[in-house]
């Protein structure tokens, strides 16, 4: 077991921390009721093993739909509704069980319900292991944009539990595989060498890439400057996912080929060494994030204007200057 310290909370990482799930609650919190939002995959999992996990609490659960589609403000409500109406009460902690979706989700519905909730995150995907569970930021999408509602709200812990990504199918696993990739190429060379001969990863790694994010959190908690960092690659594949309106692809492919096009934009300002567009490239086709033809800037270009780094001063760009190295720079995009 790992416990990495943040200012607010612990994350604890490990296998089999799940057993240990009720002393972990029971650290922070003092009352017999628990409610967990989930989703129905998630749900249809683990639907027995929530009730041994949390065996001396009196469990609520709320279940959404899967995926991103369910990030909305119709679900917000919808799940704030149900969680009332089964009792929740401002001192009430409210589980985030699942991926991104779930994590980002609950963590808004916990920051504004009542004017705040205590919450926990337990991650169940790679990718919300390694990125969304961590960092306090919490929100929702509207039809203009991804993420464009929201607050930052801490957990009082976070549990990563490496034993869920035993059922997570493959193309989730990738999914998760393309932030870490993306937190090598702004923080860790060593983490990004790991991909060029490696398709899967250990509990290392996932530290690795934790501590890539905690980094850069402390330094810009508010994400004024250094924490864009980690928006490498997210402006054309947050523009990728809504022109496609979430089906087509995941957050992981779509963010692979945003990397690739801000790759290329580093290239052609000078920034970034030309040899990374196809060093990159190569891991992501071999990972199966990305497919040729690929994507062109051209195509997703409309869809920037409501990217939350398009401020009143311009543009906020992140390119990679070298391997483990990102800058911000005010570009012009069309």
């Known amino acids: 077991m790992t416990k990495i310290n943040m200012p607010d909370y612990d994350i604890v990482v490990g296998h089999h921390e799940m057993d240990k799930i009720e002393s972990y609650v029971k650290d922070f919190y003092h009352f017999d009721q628990v409610f967990i939002l989930t989703d129905d995959h998630v749900f249809a999992l683990y639907e027995e093993k929530i009730q ?16 991103e589609t369910s990030k909305s403000y119709q679900v917000y409500l919808s799940a ?3 969680l009332i109406k089964q009792g929740i009460k401002r001192q009430h902690l409210l589980i985030a069980l699942g991926g991104g979706v779930v994590g980002d989700l609950a963590g808004f519905i916990a920051s504004t319900l009542y004017r705040g909730v205590p919450f926990m995150q337990i991650p169940t995907s790679l990718l919300a292991m390694v990125d969304s569970s961590i960092g306090g930021k919490v929100g929702i999408d509207l039809d203009l944009g991804k ?17 869920f990504l035993s059922t997570l199918p493959l193309e989730e696993y990738q ?15 060593d983490l990004y060498h790991y991909f060029m001969d490696h398709r899967t990863v250990t509990e290392k790694e996932i530290i690795q890439t934790i501590q890539v994010k905690r980094n850069v959190v402390l330094i810009d908690p508010y994400d004024k400057k250094e924490r864009m960092f980690l928006n490498f690659g997210h402006s054309y594949g947050h523009a990728i996912e809504k022109k496609t309106a979430y089906k087509k692809y995941k957050h992981g492919q779509a963010i692979s080929y945003g990397m690739l096009i801000a790759l290329q934009k580093g290239i052609s300002l000078n920034i970034t060494p030309s040899y990374l567009y196809e060093e990159v490239k190569q891991i992501l086709l071999k990972n199966s994030l990305v497919k040729e033809p690929l994507l062109e800037a051209i195509d997703f270009e409309d869809e920037l204007k409501y990217d939350k ?12 200057e070298n391997v483990g190295k990102a800058v911000i720079k005010k570009i012009k995009i069309g």
């Open 309 to 320: 780094k398009n401020m009143a001063d311009g543009f906020h760009f992140i390119l990679i």
């Open 80 to 82: 704030i509704e149900d």
């Open 52 to 67: 041994s996990w949390f065996n001396t609490f009196d469990v609520k659960v709320c279940v959404i739909p899967h995926g």
């Open 175 to 189: 999914n998760g595989m393309a932030e870490m990739i993306k937190s090598g190429l702004i923080g860790d060379k």
């Open 147 to 163: 993420n464009l509602i929201g607050s930052f709200y801490q957990p009082k812990k976070v549990i990563i539990d490496p034993m």
